[in-house]
């Protein structure tokens, strides 16, 4: 237990010094374990989201304090395998994020991530988005759920890649697929590709 305690505090130590502007630096003094624990976790699995720190420390903490946002933790022996994060602010139900250890990819907890957070949204339809890249990851989760692919956008985190809306997500709507089946990822992508140009 001890080098585990050891390990998440010099885990910490190094997402603090990753941080370079003062405002996340005072932010990081004043976050709580488990929202420290959640932004490591966060950081190390999020190479098509730039500056997700930011997102994490300006929104979705000030989110969690005020009842805004939902962190759902999943924990195995070895600590954090899997995260999800909600917003319902009273105007927008959203899937904010979900994240699992690749080395527990294939064991169902992102299909338990999706239903914790859909169960405190209390909606079976939020909003979300996802990279382009990322979705042959989450397409039997996301036609399990019936989610319905609603629009998409180009260059909105990555430049170069598509980021695809789900469930009314506000993007290029006239891009969404005719079925609206996650199955047909493939050709909707191409599609958003051709059109983008």
């Known amino acids: ?13 190094a997402t603090f010094e990753r941080l370079s502007l003062p405002s996340d630096a005072e932010m990081l003094r004043v976050l ?28 979705v903490v000030p989110g ?37 250890s690749p080395r527990h990819f294939g064991r169902g907890l992102g299909l338990r991530v999706f239903d914790g957070l859909l169960k405190w949204l209390d909606d079976d339809q939020p ?21 319905k692919i609603t629009g998409t956008e180009r260059d909105v985190y990555v430049p170069g890649r598509a980021e695809l809306g ?3 997500a506000i993007l290029q709507p006239n891009l969404a697929s005719e079925s609206n089946s996650s199955t047909d990822y493939k050709n909707f992508v191409i599609a958003a590709e051709k059109s983008f140009g």
């Open 64 to 100: 969690l304090r005020d009842g805004t946002r939902f962190l759902l933790p999943i924990y195995r022996d070895e600590g954090l395998v899997g995260l999800g994060i909600a917003k319902n602010d009273g105007f927008e139900r959203k899937i904010c994020t979900v994240r699992v």
């Open 32 to 59: 709580h374990n488990n929202e420290l624990e959640a932004l490591h976790f966060v950081l190390g699995l999020s190479d098509d989201y730039p500056n997700i720190q930011n997102w994490y420390l300006q929104k």
């Open 1 to 13: 237990m001890e080098n585990r305690e050891q390990l998440q505090a010099a885990e910490h130590t």
């Open 166 to 168: 789900y469930n009314g």
């Open 127 to 147: 909003t979300l988005t996802i990279s382009a890249n990322k979705l042959p990851a989450f397409e039997r989760i996301f036609d399990w759920y019936r989610f």
